[in-house]
Protein backbone atom coordinates (compact mmCIF):
# COMPACT_ATOMS: atom_id res chain seq x y z
CA UNK A 1 0.00 0.00 0.00
CA UNK A 2 1.54 3.43 -0.97
CA UNK A 3 1.58 5.73 1.59
CA UNK A 4 -0.18 9.63 1.05
CA UNK A 5 1.64 12.82 1.24
CA UNK A 6 0.20 15.86 2.40
CA UNK A 7 1.94 19.14 0.84
CA UNK A 8 1.63 22.05 3.42
CA UNK A 9 2.36 24.75 1.22
CA UNK A 10 1.49 27.60 3.07
CA UNK A 11 3.75 30.92 4.04
CA UNK A 12 4.09 30.26 6.78
CA UNK A 13 3.62 27.85 10.32
CA UNK A 14 -0.23 29.26 11.29
CA UNK A 15 -1.49 27.79 8.23
CA UNK A 16 0.64 25.01 7.97
CA UNK A 17 -0.16 23.43 11.73
CA UNK A 18 -3.99 23.93 11.50
CA UNK A 19 -4.33 22.32 8.24
CA UNK A 20 -2.27 19.65 10.47
CA UNK A 21 -4.33 20.09 13.11
CA UNK A 22 -7.50 19.99 10.87
CA UNK A 23 -5.71 16.14 9.65
CA UNK A 24 -4.83 14.45 12.98
CA UNK A 25 -4.96 11.26 13.03
CA UNK A 26 -5.30 10.59 9.32
CA UNK A 27 -3.09 7.90 8.28
CA UNK A 28 -0.87 10.57 6.03
CA UNK A 29 2.37 12.23 5.90
CA UNK A 30 3.53 15.70 5.52
CA UNK A 31 5.40 17.89 2.94
CA UNK A 32 7.50 20.78 4.17
CA UNK A 33 9.02 22.67 1.37
CA UNK A 34 11.42 25.52 0.42
CA UNK A 35 9.03 28.44 1.06
CA UNK A 36 7.75 27.03 4.74
CA UNK A 37 10.74 25.59 5.80
CA UNK A 38 12.31 28.99 4.75
CA UNK A 39 9.71 30.65 6.80
CA UNK A 40 9.69 29.05 9.92
CA UNK A 41 12.45 26.95 10.30
CA UNK A 42 13.59 23.54 11.96
CA UNK A 43 11.14 24.36 15.18
CA UNK A 44 8.63 23.69 12.50
CA UNK A 45 9.71 19.95 11.91
CA UNK A 46 9.45 18.85 15.69
CA UNK A 47 6.36 20.78 15.93
CA UNK A 48 4.34 18.57 13.19
CA UNK A 49 6.02 15.42 14.62
CA UNK A 50 4.61 16.22 17.60
CA UNK A 51 1.25 16.25 16.10
CA UNK A 52 1.84 12.42 15.32
CA UNK A 53 3.08 12.62 11.59
CA UNK A 54 6.16 11.78 9.98
CA UNK A 55 7.84 14.83 7.60
CA UNK A 56 9.13 14.70 4.11
CA UNK A 57 11.36 17.95 4.06
CA UNK A 58 11.32 18.55 0.33
CA UNK A 59 14.19 21.05 -0.13
CA UNK A 60 15.96 19.19 -3.36
CA UNK A 61 19.61 20.02 -1.99
CA UNK A 62 22.22 20.93 -4.95
CA UNK A 63 25.27 21.75 -4.01
CA UNK A 64 29.20 21.09 -3.17
CA UNK A 65 29.32 17.51 -2.28
CA UNK A 66 30.00 18.50 1.69
CA UNK A 67 27.52 21.25 1.85
CA UNK A 68 25.06 18.77 1.23
CA UNK A 69 26.16 16.14 3.18
CA UNK A 70 26.10 18.59 6.16
CA UNK A 71 22.78 19.45 5.35
CA UNK A 72 21.19 15.95 5.11
CA UNK A 73 22.68 15.60 7.91
CA UNK A 74 21.46 18.66 9.92
CA UNK A 75 17.48 17.53 8.21
CA UNK A 76 18.03 13.99 10.09
CA UNK A 77 18.52 15.27 13.18
CA UNK A 78 16.05 17.49 13.39
CA UNK A 79 13.74 14.39 12.93
CA UNK A 80 12.97 14.41 9.30
CA UNK A 81 11.80 11.07 8.35
CA UNK A 82 12.53 11.46 4.46
CA UNK A 83 14.74 14.43 2.64
CA UNK A 84 15.81 14.65 -0.99
CA UNK A 85 18.80 15.90 -3.26
CA UNK A 86 18.56 16.29 -6.92
CA UNK A 87 20.49 14.24 -8.85
CA UNK A 88 21.39 16.45 -11.17
CA UNK A 89 24.59 17.10 -8.39
CA UNK A 90 26.06 13.89 -9.94
CA UNK A 91 27.46 10.93 -7.79
CA UNK A 92 29.73 12.69 -5.43
CA UNK A 93 27.31 14.66 -4.14
CA UNK A 94 24.79 11.06 -3.93
CA UNK A 95 27.11 9.40 -1.75
CA UNK A 96 27.65 12.57 0.08
CA UNK A 97 24.00 12.77 0.62
CA UNK A 98 24.15 9.05 1.61
CA UNK A 99 27.19 9.48 4.35
CA UNK A 100 25.00 12.77 5.79
CA UNK A 101 21.61 10.63 6.52
CA UNK A 102 24.01 7.81 8.11
CA UNK A 103 25.82 10.00 10.37
CA UNK A 104 22.53 12.27 10.93
CA UNK A 105 20.71 9.29 12.29
CA UNK A 106 23.12 7.26 14.19
CA UNK A 107 22.40 6.76 17.63
CA UNK A 108 18.66 7.38 17.34
CA UNK A 109 17.09 3.71 16.12
CA UNK A 110 15.62 5.98 12.76
CA UNK A 111 15.63 4.67 9.57
CA UNK A 112 15.30 8.04 7.48
CA UNK A 113 14.62 7.75 3.41
CA UNK A 114 16.84 9.65 0.88
CA UNK A 115 15.17 10.21 -2.30
CA UNK A 116 16.74 12.12 -5.46
CA UNK A 117 14.91 14.39 -7.77
CA UNK A 118 14.88 13.56 -11.64
CA UNK A 119 12.69 15.83 -13.54
CA UNK A 120 10.23 18.18 -11.76
CA UNK A 121 6.85 17.44 -12.70
CA UNK A 122 6.18 21.26 -13.91
CA UNK A 123 8.04 20.85 -16.22
CA UNK A 124 7.76 18.97 -20.12
CA UNK A 125 9.45 18.08 -22.76
CA UNK A 126 9.24 22.08 -24.11
CA UNK A 127 10.76 22.84 -20.69
CA UNK A 128 14.35 21.17 -21.44
CA UNK A 129 17.29 23.30 -22.07
CA UNK A 130 17.93 23.51 -25.79
CA UNK A 131 21.08 20.88 -26.45
CA UNK A 132 19.49 17.86 -24.46
CA UNK A 133 20.27 14.61 -26.06
CA UNK A 134 17.94 12.67 -24.73
CA UNK A 135 13.33 12.72 -24.63
CA UNK A 136 12.04 14.02 -20.89
CA UNK A 137 11.66 10.34 -20.31
CA UNK A 138 14.73 8.86 -21.33
CA UNK A 139 16.21 11.97 -18.68
CA UNK A 140 13.98 10.73 -15.81
CA UNK A 141 15.51 7.23 -16.50
CA UNK A 142 18.86 7.99 -16.58
CA UNK A 143 18.52 9.85 -13.73
CA UNK A 144 16.58 7.59 -11.78
CA UNK A 145 19.07 4.47 -12.50
CA UNK A 146 22.37 6.52 -11.54
CA UNK A 147 20.47 7.22 -8.47
CA UNK A 148 20.20 3.75 -7.44
CA UNK A 149 23.57 3.21 -8.45
CA UNK A 150 24.53 5.83 -6.49
CA UNK A 151 23.21 4.07 -3.00
CA UNK A 152 19.88 6.40 -2.50
CA UNK A 153 16.87 4.70 -1.87
CA UNK A 154 14.65 6.35 -4.69
CA UNK A 155 13.19 9.13 -6.66
CA UNK A 156 10.73 11.93 -6.92
CA UNK A 157 9.20 11.45 -10.47
CA UNK A 158 6.01 11.70 -12.35
CA UNK A 159 3.14 9.02 -11.87
CA UNK A 160 4.21 8.59 -15.78
CA UNK A 161 7.72 7.50 -15.19
CA UNK A 162 7.00 4.21 -13.05
CA UNK A 163 6.76 1.47 -14.16
CA UNK A 164 9.75 2.11 -16.59
CA UNK A 165 11.97 3.27 -13.13
CA UNK A 166 11.01 0.04 -11.37
CA UNK A 167 11.25 -2.15 -14.09
CA UNK A 168 15.05 -1.09 -14.67
CA UNK A 169 16.00 -0.06 -11.24
CA UNK A 170 13.55 -2.63 -9.21
CA UNK A 171 10.63 -3.18 -7.33
CA UNK A 172 12.49 -1.87 -4.05
CA UNK A 173 13.47 1.15 -5.50
CA UNK A 174 11.54 3.74 -3.86
CA UNK A 175 8.97 6.21 -6.17
CA UNK A 176 7.72 9.24 -4.83
CA UNK A 177 4.77 10.65 -7.13
CA UNK A 178 4.02 14.47 -6.76
CA UNK A 179 1.18 15.81 -9.35
CA UNK A 180 -1.44 13.56 -7.55
CA UNK A 181 -5.03 15.19 -8.82
CA UNK A 182 -8.47 13.18 -7.94
CA UNK A 183 -9.36 15.37 -11.11
CA UNK A 184 -7.74 17.49 -13.50
CA UNK A 185 -7.11 21.19 -12.08
CA UNK A 186 -5.64 24.16 -13.99
CA UNK A 187 -2.37 24.47 -12.25
CA UNK A 188 0.84 24.26 -12.84
CA UNK A 189 1.81 20.59 -12.81
CA UNK A 190 1.85 19.14 -15.88
CA UNK A 191 2.67 15.50 -15.84
CA UNK A 192 -0.26 14.63 -13.55
CA UNK A 193 -2.26 11.27 -12.54
CA UNK A 194 -4.87 9.94 -10.51
CA UNK A 195 -4.40 8.52 -7.12
CA UNK A 196 -5.63 5.06 -8.26
CA UNK A 197 -3.62 5.29 -11.58
CA UNK A 198 -0.20 5.84 -9.54
CA UNK A 199 -0.95 3.47 -7.29
CA UNK A 200 -1.24 0.71 -10.26
CA UNK A 201 1.94 2.47 -11.81
CA UNK A 202 3.50 1.78 -8.57
CA UNK A 203 4.16 4.62 -7.00
CA UNK A 204 5.25 4.16 -3.07
CA UNK A 205 4.25 7.63 -2.10
CA UNK A 206 1.70 10.33 -3.55
CA UNK A 207 2.12 13.79 -2.53
CA UNK A 208 -1.41 15.88 -3.08
CA UNK A 209 -1.92 19.25 -2.19
CA UNK A 210 -4.57 21.58 -2.98
CA UNK A 211 -7.12 18.93 -3.73
CA UNK A 212 -6.99 18.23 0.51
CA UNK A 213 -5.72 21.44 1.43
CA UNK A 214 -8.12 23.32 -0.38
CA UNK A 215 -11.14 21.32 0.33
CA UNK A 216 -13.93 22.48 2.99
CA UNK A 217 -13.29 19.32 4.72
CA UNK A 218 -9.64 18.21 4.66
CA UNK A 219 -10.20 14.96 6.38
CA UNK A 220 -12.71 14.14 4.44
CA UNK A 221 -11.18 14.76 1.17
CA UNK A 222 -7.77 12.51 2.59
CA UNK A 223 -9.89 10.01 3.09
CA UNK A 224 -11.48 9.79 0.11
CA UNK A 225 -7.89 9.60 -1.79
CA UNK A 226 -6.47 7.17 0.42
CA UNK A 227 -9.72 4.84 0.18
CA UNK A 228 -9.02 5.82 -4.05
CA UNK A 229 -5.89 3.92 -3.12
CA UNK A 230 -6.80 1.06 -1.21
CA UNK A 231 -8.87 -0.24 -4.11
CA UNK A 232 -6.64 0.52 -7.13
Known amino acids: MADLVIALDYPDARGALGMAERLKGADVWMKVGLELFTA ?10 DLGFKVFLDMKFFDIPNTVRG ?3 SSVRHGVDMVNIHLMGGERMARAAMEGLHEGA ?9 LGVTVLTSMSQEDLPKGFSTTLPETVLQLASAGNSWGIHGVVCSGHEVVAIKNSCGKGYLCLTPG ?17 EAVQAGSDFLVVGRPVTGSDDPAQAAHAILEAMKQA
Do not use: C, F, N
Open 71 to 73: AVR
Open 40 to 49: EGPSLISRIK
Open 106 to 114: AGSGASPIL
Open 180 to 196: IRPVALGDDQRRTMTPA
